[in-house]
């Protein structure tokens, strides 16, 4: 079968973090980062290493082709979640973000960039990382869900997520914006939109009722079903267990889910057989990286582009 679906990469850069730690910079906006740790942070650096070396021995067995990089750096506790830096586009494009914590803009890394330019067709690269000097933010595909095959960038209203920015990728990238108001119980914002939806080719995994607005939610609703896809509701329980943090890959055998253990352990029965008639579910245990408040989709930056 053919590997190229819009939706689902075959191809992902991952980040090996050898000093990982939960950002201090991210904790004020993040609820779903630990603010108790109780082991170590050497401890906390070896697990994490652990765990991404094993998601990529997991993804690389179900046919993924994973470009590692190494981050030697103790400036960058959050290099793990590359999505937010930049994001890859059909046609030979590339995004650079302007990122809201100071210690994440030195994530950035020309190295990746080269990498992307010499295996890929690269045409050109939109470097919007500027506009932090305005503090005008928009992380990536991590502030933005982006529906590949109809068309749209969903992004909840934060921080993280100007709309201003918003507007400007979408004009560049051909995009129709879709910005929404969303947060949990205690009133507490979602801040990032990859946390509460996950588009996949077929169906699409996400909270509606963390969307307040009871119109918005219904237009939101209802565009996943004109696209034809299934929409599988998840609760806001779910959504703390990072149900929502999933990314959709293409195999040579089909499609597969790439989640957190954490994540698929919270799914239910039913939930995990809709999913598994379209991809079949690959669970990878990132327990201790979820402590930063990301799981497995922040963690997979996806090439969209072609091979050379």
Known sequence: MSIINPQAPHSVIMIRPHHFLPNPQTLADNSFQATELTKSAN?????????ISQAQV????????????????????????????????????????????????LERRSDIIEM?????????????????????????????????????????????ANSLALERFCTHFNYEPMLFDACNNAGESVYHTNVLMCIATEFVLMAPEMIKNNARREEIIQRFQASGRDVIE????????????????????????????????????????????SAKLVPIDVSTIELA???????????HLSPR
């Open 58 to 105: 997991t993804l690389e067995s179900h046919g993924i082709n994973v470009h590692m990089f190494e981050d030697e750096s103790t400036k960058t506790p959050d290099s793990v979640f590359p999505n937010n830096w930049f994001s890859t586009h059909s046609g030979g494009h590339i995004a650079i973000y302007p990122m809201y914590a100071k210690n994440r803009r």
């Open 293 to 303: 408040g990301g799981s497995i989709r922040c963690m997979i930056a996806g090439i």
């Open 43 to 51: 401890q906390i650096a070896k697990m994490a290493y652990k765990e």
């Open 234 to 277: 998840l609760a806001e329980s779910q959504i703390s267990h990072f149900c929502g943090n999933a990314i959709e890959l293409t195999t040579h055998n089909g499609r597969i889910l790439a989640l957190s253990t954490t994540a698929f352990n919270a799914l239910t029965a039913e939930q995990t057989q809709l999913i598994a008639q």
């Open 116 to 160: 992307l330019k010499q295996s890929y067709r690269v045409q050109d690269i939109v470097d919007y990382s500027g506009l932090e000097q305005d503090n005008i933010y928009l992380e990536g595909t991590g502030a933005m869900v982006l529906d590949h095959l109809d068309r749209v960038a969903y992004a909840v209203q934060s921080k993280r």
